[in-house]
């Protein structure tokens, strides 16, 4: 049987990062980023937003908390203001799509090296149990309520 080392697994992971990077969802993901910018009103409200943070971060360092108040609901105007653009919609969307990949992705590595685990040891996949338990008359503890998703 083959023994990969660690260096040999993250050659790997790299491969599968480039592949990554060329899916249309990460395509998706920098045509949104670029699109927002070069689009004015985004980087207008963001600067803003940004100085009003500075602002309230002084306001709660000073114990101001009227003035304080103002200037969040003032960021928070502002934030939905700018959540309320399309470019700005589709780069959350992007992101989205993307962290779902790279979630896929760990958890099907995830479920395939428990499922090697188990196999390797006699156990029963579908139970989610080693062979080590299997051997022991069942499983130590509750793992019949754990879920084993493929």
Do not use: W
Request: with cysteine.
């Amino acid at each position: 049987m083959v023994k990969y080392t660690k260096d040999d697994i993250i050659a790997r992971a790299q491969d599968l990062a480039r592949m990554i990077a060329d899916t249309e969802e990460v395509d998706f993901f920098k045509r949104a980023e670029a699109q927002i910018h070069v689009n004015a009103k985004v980087s207008t409200l963001i600067s803003d937003i940004k100085g009003l943070q500075k602002q309230a971060v002084n306001l709660q360092h000073y114990g101001k908390p009227e003035a304080l108040k103002k200037v969040e609901d003032k960021i928070a105007s502002l934030e939905q203001e700018l959540d309320d653009i399309p470019v700005v919609q589709e780069f959350k969307q992007s992101q989205t799509e993307v962290n779902d990949l790279l979630q896929l992705i760990a958890t099907t590595i995830s479920n395939k090296v428990t499922d090697v685990i188990i196999e390797s040891t006699g156990g029963d996949v579908l139970k989610g149990e080693t062979g080590a338990s299997v051997m022991n008359g069942g499983s130590c503890g509750n793992h019949d309520d754990h879920d084993h998703n493929h």
